[in-house]
């Protein structure tokens, strides 16, 4: 296994991770009352969008061939911090 599978491997074992937490997120937010509701599904909105663009950037990165995708790997790891900053601050929240 070479740098670029190994990487890919440890971004796509955290993006699970951090879904998963984000599933924790919507059913704590099912469990609030409407208003408190209407604000948790703006953000978690918000953080799926932020999953997404991650997500997208790692199958770019997955598909990048030879050298190509160490230039990439910036905008991954500026779109997984994006993510991870976004899960982590809902997730004070919603305690």
């Keep these: 296994m070479g740098l670029k599978e190994a990487y890919h491997e440890q971004l796509d074992a955290q993006l699970r991770e951090w879904s998963a937490k984000l599933d924790q997120l919507k059913a704590k937010a099912d469990g609030t009352e409407a208003a408190a509701k209407v604000e948790y599904y703006k953000q978690i909105e918000s953080i799926k969008t932020k ?9 770019e990165l997955n598909e990048s061939s030879g050298e190509a995708w160490e230039s ?4 991954v790891e500026r779109a997984w911090t994006d993510f991870k900053t976004s899960i ?5 929240k919603f305690k």
Aim: glycine content about 16%.
């Design 51 to 59: 999953a997404d663009v991650a997500q997208a950037k790692l199958k």
């Design 72 to 75: 990439l790997k910036g905008g």
């Design 88 to 92: 982590e601050e809902a997730a004070g």
